[in-house]
């Protein structure tokens, strides 16, 4: 995967592009695949891969055949560049042909994923020859293939010692072309280490733990597109790469200690396409808050909106993610400047989004049947496997109104009784009394959806539970039936729908998991806290590139053996990249109160680490570093008036 901006690169490990091996390979302009297939042959052959670097900005592909050495190196800008060199490492002459394979189909990702069946089965485009290479063209789409030396196919004689150098660049039409592939290469590579520096560094004495935070980062600049609204990372690769609502506001807010900027690009753009009007195919309502954005041919046909409003939970989660910004960086006037979007968004709480008025906010499906961040159709059932009637109101989106209300109440103190009475209501209505668990939902009836899921994690890091019961379901969720060793389960390993490989029946996300942990830390529940964020990061490594992925397999942790890959993830992903940060800060105990400019740090013991620096650490406007001991902490840079009070 390679990424920079708008423009994406999937592809195997030998740098072929084959969709007929995996859908998603390509080179993908937003949503559709402007580039489809991409092969180097060799005498009519691939040659054989022998070795794979990639570095975030670029990747160098080392393959062999036919007596020749081949390199590939690829980064990508506003298109893909790729130097293919053929070298003769051996002693004799050497005839061999070169054949660079292309096609484009100008797919549109939701055809391919399946979303949009009438687009499923793309028809390749045929080329035409140009001056300085080839084109397709189809229905206004126009890809370049540029070759230097001219040509796709080279007969070639190469003495021992010698080699042939052919540059490729694909580009859309209106791109330019990069000149040089030098200065190129380096700009797509220095990105990264420029982003680094703005974000917050942690070293520890753990280097697999060090790649591992190290690829976080990377990742979610790589993920990341620019608007003139700021920075705004997309959910994942390749089907999500995309800006998403939920999954932005939930990243963004677990990072603002990292980079605040990505909360800041964030909120500014969600806000900026706030819904203002009633429009039934897009679900778009007054105040209401974007679930996704998309391009390309399923726009254009009528087929798909360009923005879909179809989710229950990003507009509660806009609050959320902006009075949680205001409270870490003490950026009042950037709050001021979005607070008529939330204001919008309140409203729209209180009235489309609970059209019952019980103060609960509830979905009655439309493109998505579930309109939670679990939102397969089959993720909200009974216990017995049979339909919960719609309009349902989850339990995690009560929590985030609550959370969101407490956050305006800063503001408008009139909120806090609603806040405390949604508090009240809920530890009442959803708390099942014989399971000692939260329910997954109430349904049209108001009945509790008795499901034991993973949904609960939630309220605990939204703050919405009673104290004991937020100790008993912290227990629950930690019991055999909801941890697996490496994870917490999104359903009960004993529920009649469980599958550990299903997409929300019983697989584990790393961001779900996420906030239970950081729910656990902040009730008190330390020990526990640290066990479950070791575990994730434990499965984390095993992954390759030591990336997390978007999920894995609820199997049982058995010892010596790797969690089980869910088959279509998405890798890199966001909000699982963001979970490793939530991992770390909840062991160390972080806590802020930026009024005071004081941020306190209680670390507990943890096998991941017994020493780790932490540098560039955004708060309150400033930039602070420190150092943790096993639980003794040593502050570092600290600005004037700054302080961090520790504590074991």
Request: aromatic share 8%; glycine share 8%.
């Amino acid at each position: 995967m390679l990424k920079n901006d708008r423009f994406f690169a999937v592809s195997a490990r030998d740098g072929s592009m084959k969709p007929g091996e995996f859908a998603g390979d390509g080179l993908w302009s937003g949503d559709t695949r402007i580039l489809s297939t991409l092969r180097v042959l060799v005498d009519g052959v691939e040659p054989t891969a022998v070795g794979l670097q990639a570095d975030d900005g670029s990747a160098t592909f080392e393959l062999e055949g036919a007596g020749v050495h081949v390199q590939r190196v690829r980064f990508v800008d506003e298109g893909l560049h790729e130097r293919i060199t053929v070298a003769n490492r051996g002693s004799t002459n050497v005839d061999v042909t070169l054949d660079v394979e292309v096609a484009a189909d100008f797919a549109a990702m939701l055809g391919i994923r399946g979303a949009v069946p009438e687009l499923a089965s793309p028809v390749p485009v045929p080329a035409v020859a140009a001056v300085d290479g080839i084109r397709f063209v189809r229905d206004g789409h126009l890809t370049r293939v540029i070759t230097q030396p001219h040509g796709l196919k080279h007969q070639l004689r190469l003495e021992p010692g010698e080699e042939f150098v052919l540059t490729l660049d694909v580009v859309p039409g209106s791109a330019q072309v990069t000149l040089d592939f030098d200065s190129g290469l380096r700009a797509a590579r220095d990105i990264y280490p420029r982003w680094a520096a703005e974000c917050m560094s942690v070293r520890t004495d753990n280097p697999v733990l060090n790649e591992l935070l190290d690829q976080a980062i990377a990742d979610i600049r790589m993920l990341s597109n620019s608007y003139d609204t700021g920075i705004y990372p997309t959910a994942g690769l390749p089907w999500f790469a995309v800006p998403f609502g939920r999954d932005t506001l939930i990243s963004s807010t677990l990072l603002l200690h990292v980079n605040p900027e990505i909360a800041r690009g964030v909120l500014r753009y969600l806000a900026k396409h706030q819904g203002k009007r009633v429009d039934e195919s897009s679900e778009e309502q007054p105040g209401k808050v974007l679930h996704e954005v998309r391009t390309g041919e399923v726009v254009e046909r009528g087929l798909w909106p360009h923005i879909l409003y179809g989710t229950i939970d990003a507009t509660a989660l806009f609050l959320c993610a902006l009075t949680e910004t205001e409270d870490w960086t003490h950026d009042h006037r950037f709050a001021d400047e979005l607070w008529p979007a939330a204001e919008a968004a309140l409203a729209w709480c209180g009235t489309y989004g609970d059209p019952d008025g019980d103060g609960y906010l509830e979905a009655d499906g439309g493109r998505a049947r579930n309109q939670g961040w679990k939102d397969s159709d089959d993720s909200l059932t009974n216990t017995d496997g049979g339909e919960v009637a719609r309009p349902a109101a989850l339990c995690e989106v009560q929590a985030y109104l609550h959370r969101g209300l407490v956050g305006m109440s800063r503001r408008k103190p009139a909120l806090k009784e609603r806040a405390a009475g949604l508090k009240r209501r809920f530890n009442r209505d959803f708390w099942i009394a014989k399971e000692k668990f939260i329910a997954q939902a109430l349904d049209s009836s108001k009945h509790q959806v008795q499901a034991i899921t993973s949904n609960p994690g939630h309220c605990l890091w939204m703050r919405i539970l009673d104290r004991p019961k937020a100790a008993q379901v912290a227990s629950r969720l930690l019991s055999p039936e909801l941890f697996s060793g490496w994870g917490i389960r999104t359903l009960s390993d004993r529920a009649v729908n469980y599958d550990p490989c299903a997409y929300h029946n019983g697989s584990v996300w790393p961001f779900d998991t996420a906030l239970a942990v950081a729910g656990m830390r902040q009730y008190g529940f330390a020990k526990e806290a640290e066990r479950t964020a070791r575990a994730l990061v434990e499965a984390s490594v095993n992954f390759p590139l030591h990336r997390p992925p978007e999920l894995f397999c609820g199997d049982v942790r058995t010892p010596g053996e790797a969690p089980r890959e869910y088959l279509t993830t998405c890798t890199p992903q966001l909000w699982s990249a963001a979970a490793m940060f939530t991992c770390v800060s909840s062991i160390l105990g972080l806590e802020a109160d930026p009024r005071r400019k004081t941020l306190r740090v209680a670390p507990i013991e943890t096998a991941l680490w017994h020493r780790i620096e932490v540098t560039g650490l955004h708060f309150a406007g400033e930039r602070l570093d420190f150092a943790v001991e096993g639980t003794q902490v040593k502050a570092g840079r600290l600005p004037a008036g700054m302080r961090i009070n520790s504590a074991v």
